[in-house]
T-cell receptor, first 116, second 115 residues
Framework: KAGVTQTPRYLIKTRGQQVTLSCSPI?????VSWYQQTPGQGLQFLFE???????NKGNFPGRFSGRQFSNSRSEMNVSTLELGDSALYLC???????????????FGPGTRLTVT | KQEVTQIPAALSVPEGENLVLNCSFT??????LQWFRQDPGKGLTSLLL???SQREQTSGRLNASLDKSSGRSTLYIAASQPGDSATYLC??????????????WGAGTKLIIKP
């Protein structure tokens, strides 16, 4: 079974631009969560999508948004990029049913975003 | 507010030694606890998941224990190898303020196994 895939793996953008990252979960997994990882703040939760609906959200500004498609693939968008958005963006999928998803999370390799 | 702490932040040991990584948390109302491994610049690999009703889980040379009442988990690595060098993170799964499940992360322990 293929793991979680993320594209692109590396990205360089300039301040003010926007960026879209993609995540394909493990087949059969319907929940996709996004995280930001930086040396200073560690891992921080962005949001979770399940059945094409955002089910859970962390404390990030509205510049960070996402969506999920009917095939469970998810995209994350960051508008008006700032230098502080430079980070490793990780997505994770899990086998979640309609209840609270307490299942094991499987992570992709991440997208390294550099904002200059 | 849940806080997850991992001590030490870094650890260097000779190859072949058995070692223990520690994770502590302040709120015992958790669903589960998960240990991950992260290699430099890479994503996270799930190592072990312990549900709140369990005391330990084992996978190969790894054994994770959970003591909810004391707010502690340990990851035991037997017969360490240079390939075990990585950062190890623990994450506590709990109900968030909006009643959804969320993971609260420790800062990680960077482990170096010297050949």
């Amino acid at each position: 079974k293929a793991g979680v895939t993320q594209t692109p793996r590396y990205l360089i953008k300039t301040r003010g631009q926007q960026v879209t990252l993609s995540c394909s979960p493990i087949s059969g997994h319907r929940s996709v969560s996004w995280y930001q990882q930086t040396p200073g703040q560690g891992l921080q939760f962005l949001f979770e999508y399940f059945s094409e609906t955002q089910r859970n959200k962390g404390n990030f500004p509205g510049r960070f948004s996402g969506r999920q498609f009917s095939n469970s693939r998810s995209e994350m968008n960051v508008s008006t990029l700032e230098l502080g958005d430079s980070a490793l963006y990780l997505c994770a999928s899990s086998y979640r049913t309609s209840g609270i998803g307490t299942y094991e999370q499987y992570f992709g390799p991440g997208t390294r975003l550099t904002v200059t | 507010k849940q806080e997850v702490t991992q001590i030490p932040a870094a650890l260097s040991v000779p190859e072949g030694e058995n070692l223990v990584l520690n994770c502590s948390f302040t709120d015992s109302a958790i669903y589960n606890l998960q240990w991950f491994r992260q290699d430099p610049g890479k994503g996270l690999t799930s190592l072990l998941l312990i549900q709140s009703s369990q005391r330990e889980q084992t996978s190969g040379r790894l054994n994770a224990s959970l003591d909810k009442s004391s707010g502690r988990s340990t990851l035991y690595i037997a017969a360490s190898q240079p390939g075990d060098s990585a950062t190890y993170l623990c994450a506590v799964g709990q109900r968030g303020s909006d009643s959804n499940y969320q993971l609260i992360w420790g800062a990680g322990t960077k482990l170096i196994i010297k050949p």
